[in-house]
């Protein structure tokens, strides 16, 4: 009997130092309360610009107001009164734990293509103006260069009508769209083709033009909250993960944090994001911001990439895949196609948060 209780003692102790020596195993919350959580961590990114031109006739600001009927391109309108930022993109973005935690900046992830969004639109202003230029000297007569671009301005203003309540007639029609198919044709036949771009440049800076991009994070909740300001902080070149990182002034925002665990396949996880096509459900979708959140799992681990079959739509590129340990796995980057090129949103690809951390290792790899 000694023996035997010599022997259970020796167990029992034995027991006592292992449990004290395990760590506690962390208690999975439920997608319940994950969402909830995560509802006011993850925000709308808008990508905003505002165009100014200050020349010879003054100060005026421009804005996108139509599309050329022969290309399809941009048509931009001016105005003598400042309207503020116009939203030209759009996307998902969500403050991320970095090891600077004594910084008096709170960093976002998002995409590369979402705040570069408003390049295209930027260069198609730049061409538009200068051919509007180059095809005033080409057309003036006696009245003279400056005259006949205000003369153009006003035809191309005529796109802006419909604010008023009044649409063009045919004969206002008419000579809108044969001004601003020429504008662009003009671009094409001088300015396209000038190598050096010396031309180009020479008509562009006649308008003396600023353009000014902004981006904007709207929290879940009311569109009457004030959005935060952010400014780019590190965009990944174009061989690199489709990633990039905005910073702002610290706001009391709650980061998430990057799972340093592999993601595996077959592991249950969510999207979290503000696609286009939840809104169009949602009859209030003015009057607030909310994000969206869809289940599935990683379908195949490939490299820098995860393969997720969660539906993902236009409005989710850069918003956090998320395990139910509440680590981020993922931040959303594509949508495959079919050969048509129409989008298939149950094969969504995302960049692995390890490459997360090569991409800034400034803020994510401490000592």
């Not at 167990?11 to 994950?34: D, G, M, N, R, Y």
């Not at 503020?84 to 090891?99: K, L, N, S």
């Not at 198609?124 to 005259?147: H, N, S, V, W, Y």
Request: a positive charge.
């Amino acid at each position: 009997m000694k023996t035997v209780s010599r022997f259970l003692e020796k167990a029992i102790s034995l027991a006592i130092v292992f449990s004290l020596a395990a760590p506690c195993a962390q208690a999975l919350e439920t997608w319940e309360q994950l969402d909830k959580r995560f509802k006011t961590q993850v925000y709308q990114l808008n990508v905003a610009m505002k165009i100014r031109i200050k020349d010879a006739s003054g100060e005026r600001y421009a804005q996108i107001a139509d599309a050329s009927p022969k290309y399809q391109l941009p048509v931009f309108s001016t105005a003598g009164k400042d309207m503020g930022y116009r939203v030209v993109g759009f996307g998902t973005a969500f403050p991320v734990r970095t090891v600077a935690s004594k910084s008096s900046k709170a960093y976002f992830l998002t995409n590369r293509h979402v705040v570069q969004s408003a390049d295209n639109i930027v260069n198609d202003c730049r061409k538009f103006f200068a051919a509007m230029r180059l095809f005033a000297e080409q057309t003036c007569g006696a009245i003279g260069p400056e005259a006949r671009v205000k003369q153009l301005e006003d035809i191309v203003n005529l796109s802006t009508l419909g604010a008023s309540g009044r649409r063009m007639n045919t004969s206002e029609r008419a000579i809108y769209e044969h001004t601003v198919d020429a504008i662009w044709d003009c671009y094409i036949t001088y300015l396209s083709h000038d190598k050096d771009k010396k031309l180009y440049e020479r008509y562009l800076q006649k308008n003396g033009m600023a353009l000014e991009v902004g981006y904007f994070l709207h929290k879940s909740g009311p569109v009457t909250q004030k959005p935060l300001h952010a400014t780019i902080f590190k965009i990944a070149k174009s061989d690199q993960a489709d990633l990039a990182l905005l910073s702002v002034a610290e706001s009391g925002v709650v980061p998430m944090d990057l799972d340093t665990i592999e993601p595996s396949e077959g592991q249950e996880i969510q999207v979290i994001g503000y696609p286009v096509a939840s809104d169009q459900l949602d009859a209030d979708v003015l009057q607030y911001y909310a994000p969206t959140f869809k289940s599935g799992r990683i379908s195949r681990v490939a490299g820098r990439t995860i393969e997720i079959d969660a539906p993902i739509t236009l409005g989710n590129s850069g918003g956090p895949v998320v395990n139910q340990r509440g680590k981020v796995v993922g931040v959303v980057s594509q949508r495959a196609v079919s050969s048509s090129g129409k989008p298939l949103p149950s094969y969504g690809g995302a960049v692995v948060a390890g490459t997360v951390r090569s991409f800034a290792p400034e803020l994510f790899q401490g000592p």
